[in-house]
T-cell receptor, first 110, second 113 residues
Framework: DAKTTQPPSMDCAEGRAANLPCNHS???????VYWYRQIHSQGPQYIIH???NNETNEMASLIITEDRKSSTLILPHATLRDTAVYYC???????????FGQGTTLQVKP | DTGVSQDPRHKITKRGQNVTFRCDPI?????LYWYRQTLGQGPEFLTY????????KSRLLSDRFSAERPKGSFSTLEIQRTEQGDSAMYLC???????????FGSGTRLTVV
């Protein structure tokens, strides 16, 4: 199963864009990249997912490199409520199970 | 439908006791997953169901663990003869098998004393 690598922590100023990187160099052709976040003591919250094209929704944008070995989650205007652990995840094709890494703790500062 | 529900939210049990957790998924979701999360770590996959069929179990799921999903609706996860190492957050998630997002519940936090 493909693994992901993320920096353990990042800071971002409130109102600025937060760019969270992820490496998934062993990803297979049919494996999707998902991003979730988790605020302390809550279940993970879905943010966005993609296969090879860039994706955007009301929460964030996902940029996937052409070789699919890495991706970046962009929160365009970070707020204090975006402080959380962000997980970059590979979804295994047939089963749909999600393989979580250690995640990045994003601290948004005023 | 208010999402994925898990019950109880917290459970404290003595070592050696049996515990059972329940998960009610989003009604139209045919896939249901169980994960375990220990402090400071990402969730780890335990098992999943497609409708009522349990299709995969992780090596993390020892013989003391059993999961069911009768009639393809709610699911239960039972741990027999609990050990202190079982202390963790147990998360349930559901999805459609056609892809898209997975919805997680708030989890059941188990403490074995």
């Amino acid at each position: 199963d493909a693994k992901t690598t993320q920096p353990p922590s990042m800071d971002c100023a409130e109102g600025r864009a937060a760019n969270l990187p992820c490496n998934h160099s062993t990803i297979s052709g049919n494996e999707y990249v998902y991003w979730y976040r988790q605020i302390h003591s809550q279940g993970p919250q879905y943010i966005i997912h993609g296969l090879k094209n860039n994706e955007t929704n009301e929460m964030a944008s996902l940029i996937i490199t052409e070789d699919r070995k890495s991706s970046t989650l962009i929160l365009p205007h970070a707020t204090l409520r975006d402080t959380a652990v962000y997980y970059c995840i590979v979804r295994v094709g047939n089963t749909g199970k999600l393989i979580f890494g250690q995640g990045t703790t994003l601290q948004v500062k005023p | 439908d208010t999402g994925v529900s898990q019950d109880p939210r917290h459970k404290i049990t003595k070592r050696g006791q049996n515990v059972t957790f329940r998960c009610d998924p989003i009604s139209e979701h045919n896939r249901l997953y169980w994960y375990r999360q220990t402090l400071g770590q990402g969730p780890e996959f335990l098992t999943y169901f497609q409708n009522e069929a349990q299709l995969e179990k992780s090596r993390l799921l020892s013989d003391r663990f059993s999961a069911e999903r009768p009639k393809g609706s709610f699911s239960t996860l039972e741990i027999q003869r609990t050990e202190q190492g079982d202390s963790a957050m147990y998360l349930c998630a559901s999805s459609l098998d056609t892809g898209g997002g997975y919805t997680f519940g708030s989890g059941t936090r188990l403490t074995v004393v």
